[in-house]
Each structure stands twice: as structure tokens, then as C-alpha cells.
């Protein structure tokens, strides 16, 4: 009978482990509708014992995507501030604040990587790409920029060329990826 019950209800950190899959998948496909050429997309690189979800080189630079797939609606508030809200208890939020430092950490130590790897001094982007209720659809909060899903493509053309001095090397360097799309 237990087993019944854990087939039917796995734990919570599975579940959890699920659901942020399908968000990783998700923006796997829409970085797959970028230009080839243009753009070079690695995902599920690996970090240790963890991964960063996607890697973007292209014309506005080097990104570290983090996709997120929850059942909170996200706002931002006075553009330094992320609050989550419970989809069926709006009285239930919680803080985005720990979603932003660890985006920001990820890209650091991408950026430490690359560089250790290349020579090349960069900056890597930290973003969000949240698969939930998101009201303003694309944000900035503390340098990281949040986009819905459904519009990262379309937000991703709209950025300004930065310059990347050897594309090829940095997509080397992020080799071998778990996966690579």
C-alpha cells in the first residue's frame, strides 16, 4: 500500500525537481527557434553537483538563463523587488529575493569559468525565465532581467549588440554540456 501512495504522491522535492524540468524544457524549444548562426545555445551545462539550465552566446553577449516553472504569479514592485504570490490564496506570498541572488551567482561563476577557460574578459547576463503568471512579462530587478517564456524570443531580438570578442571560444569552453541543442 505505501508504494501505491509514493507512486501516487511523490515527495515534494521530486515533484518540485519535475516541474522545473518542464520549464527547462520549455525554453529549451523557444531558444530553438533562435537564428542558427546567430546564436549558439547550450543546455544543462554542468556546475559540480548542479547545472546551469542554459547558456546563450550571441550578438547581446554571454546569458545565464535560469528557467522557473511555478504556480506564483510574479510581481515586481518598485523595480527592486520580486513578490510571488500563490495562485489560489492570494493572501499567501513569499519573497523572489533568493530566485534573484542565486541567478546571480550562477552568472558569476559562468563568467569565472569562461574567463579561467578563454582569457577572455566578459560579462554574463543573468536571467529568469519564469513559466507562471507574470503580469509585466519582462523586468529588471538588481541587474538580472526576468522574461516570460513567451516572450523570450522576441525580448532577446530587441537587445542591443554588445561585442563578444571570440564567440567559437566561449561556446568551447562551455563544452561538453550535458545536452547541447
Known amino acids: 500500500m505505501g508504494l501505491m ?4 504522491s511523490p515527495p515534494s522535492v521530486i515533484e518540485n525537481w519535475q516541474v522545473g524540468a518542464w520549464g527547462e524544457e520549455r525554453t529549451a524549444r523557444k531558444l530553438g527557434k533562435l537564428p542558427r548562426g546567430r546564436w549558439d545555445v547550450v543546455n544543462d ?4 553537483k548542479y547545472n546551469f539550465d ?5 550578438p547581446a553577449g554571454v546569458m545565464c538563463l535560469d528557467s522557473k516553472q511555478r504556480q506564483y ?8 523587488r520580486v513578490v510571488l504570490t500563490e495562485r489560489y490564496d492570494e493572501e499567501f506570498t513569499a519573497s523572489g529575493d533568493d530566485m534573484i541572488r542565486h541567478a546571480k551567482g550562477n552568472a558569476r561563476t559562468l563568467k569565472l569559468r569562461i574567463e579561467r577557460q578563454t582569457g577572455q574578459r566578459l560579462w554574463v547576463q543573468p536571467v529568469i525565465v519564469w513559466w507562471g503568471e507574470f503580469p509585466a512579462g519582462v523586468a529588471r530587478v538588481n541587474d538580472v532581467d526576468i522574461v516570460h517564456g513567451d516572450r523570450l524570443v522576441e525580448w532577446l531580438g530587441q537587445l542591443p549588440a554588445r561585442g563578444l570578442k571570440d564567440q567559437a571560444a566561449v561556446v568551447d569552453a562551455l563544452k561538453p554540456g550535458r545536452r547541447k541543442k
Open 5 to 8: 501512495l509514493l507512486r501516487d
Open 45 to 48: 551545462v554542468g556546475n559540480g
Open 54 to 58: 542554459h547558456v546563450l552566446v550571441g
Open 73 to 80: 504569479r510574479l510581481d515586481v514592485h518598485e523595480g527592486a
